[in-house]
């Protein structure tokens, strides 16, 4: 079982480059997220898309876009990468509705030089 | 921004003992609570949710939730070196969204 894909797994940018990170579910879950994890501060909530066709942002979306591409993608593109921004990066997916638990990718690994 | 707050530990125990983690929060219009188990250099995985007031266990965990007091708890029966790891605790409310805490760090000693 697949659950939710994330690719790349690591990447090294210099700064001001851009790219693309994508996430996959096949669990047919509606909801989907983007978080960002950096040593003492636990998850940070970048993007989410509660259904296909919506997104809003999180607690940290600066320097992030998103696209709800169809039910099984949603990526994240960094437009100019900052140093700032060397993070890990978790996708993460769950059922429509509130209060329902989120299952989770294993991870892009991001270095911003 | 709701607040979840978590004793960030190392918490070490010794093999076979009980871990005890707490979280608190702030957020009284809170519904759902969850506990994510994330070893060193992987992702977190979902390992306990509850929903209502009291105790629920499943296997060798168990999920304590007090809204009046705002807190929800997780312990460890039988601790394995296995369990060493980082705790997260998450919360959920009617915005789809989780907030987490920044997660206990559990050692189990041999």
């Known amino acids: 079982n697949a659950g939710v894909t994330q690719t790349p797994k690591f990447q090294v940018l210099k700064t001001g480059q851009s790219m693309t990170l994508q996430c996959a579910q096949d669990?047919?879950?509606?909801?989907m997220y983007w978080y960002r994890q950096d040593p003492g501060m636990g998850l940070r909530l970048i993007y989410y898309?509660?259904?296909?066709?919506?997104?809003d942002k999180g607690e940290v979306p600066n320097g992030y876009n998103v696209s709800r591409l169809n039910k099984r993608e949603f990526s994240l593109r960094l437009e100019s990468a900052a140093p700032s921004q060397t993070s890990v990066y978790f996708c993460?997916?769950?059922?429509?509705?509130?209060?329902?638990?989120?299952?989770f990718g294993d991870g892009t690994r991001l270095s911003i030089l | 921004q709701k607040e979840v707050e978590q004793n960030s530990g190392p918490l070490s125990v010794p093999e076979g003992a009980i871990a005890s983690l707490n979280c608190t929060y702030s957020?009284?219009?809170?519904?759902?609570f969850f506990w994510y188990r994330q070893y060193s250099g992987k992702s977190p995985e979902l390992i306990m949710f509850i929903y209502s007031n009291g105790d629920k266990e499943d296997g060798r965990f168990t999920a304590q939730l007090n809204k009046a007091s705002q807190y929800v708890s997780l312990l460890i029966r039988d601790s394995q070196p296995s369990d060493s790891a980082t705790y997260l605790c998450?919360?959920?409310?009617?915005?789809?969204?989780?907030?987490f805490g920044a997660g206990t760090t559990v050692t189990v000693r041999a």
């Open positions: 993460a997916s769950s059922d429509l509705g509130s209060n329902q638990p989120q299952h």
């Open positions: 998450a919360l959920g409310s009617n915005d789809y969204k989780l907030s």
């Open positions: 957020d009284r219009g809170s519904q759902s």
């Open positions: 898309s509660a259904s296909e066709g919506t997104t």
């Open positions: 669990m047919n879950h509606n909801s």
